[in-house]
């Protein structure tokens, strides 16, 4: 629900009722299938249909162009799972070949998930997708056993992502740090411990 989530955090009071947030959110969910899945015919039809009557096609075809015009028409924009999947794959350098696929997926769901739960807090979800994932993957390999991945070995992913993002060391931290905090202090969600647990439920990753 990228589409939703930027067009609300852009202009909150769009959102001023129940009504109007559920044609905004019907209207994101038909953009991003209108886009990413060509092969659905009459994908108007079947929203407004969806939404019970509720919204006309016209309702949506309206609510569609104030969202393309409100995001400047940028409907792809690279999102924190794209640069996510990028880092985890430079982890393929340093891993045991034995263990390569079953960490590197580990590591990206732990990721991801940190990801999700961050996205909630609304200092962090406003960080560029590039820091925001950076800042994940720090928190999601910070656990990872030394014997899978080393100091030497973390300590060099890390500089390698460093040398293509424009974010300084500092601002990750602060981001990671403001990152576990949350997910920490949250009793509505699975603390670390509970994170690595339930993504490596045999321990054979992570450190819990």
Request: net charge negative; aromatic share 10%; proline share 3%.
């Amino acid at each position: 629900m990228s589409y939703f989530d930027r067009y609300i955090a852009k202009y909150p009071r769009e959102c001023s009722s129940k009504e109007r947030c559920q044609l905004i959110s019907v209207t994101s969910l038909y953009l991003a299938v209108k886009l990413h899945d060509i092969r659905r015919k009459d994908t108007l039809e079947f929203f407004s249909k969806l939404s019970g009557g509720r919204f006309t096609t016209g309702d949506i075809e309206a609510m569609e162009r104030k969202i393309l015009i409100g995001l400047d028409w940028l409907m792809n924009p690279p999102t924190p799972q794209s640069f996510l999947y990028n880092y985890t794959h430079l982890l393929s350098t340093v891993i045991p070949t034995d263990m390569e696929k079953k960490v590197m997926t580990s590591i990206y769901e732990v990721a991801n998930y940190i990801t999700e739960v961050s996205l909630l807090q609304s200092s962090v979800s406003q960080e560029k997708a590039s820091t925001l994932a950076f800042a994940a993957f720090l928190v999601a390999v910070r656990e990872v056993k030394r014997a899978i991945l080393s100091v030497e070995h973390h300590k060099s992913i890390v500089s390698n992502i460093l040398s293509l993002q424009s974010t300084t060391p500092d601002e990750v931290v602060a981001v990671a740090d403001e990152i576990v905090e949350t997910i920490q202090s949250n009793d509505g969600h699975l603390n670390l411990a509970g994170i690595y647990e339930r993504l490596d439920p045999d321990g054979a990753i992570y450190n819990y």
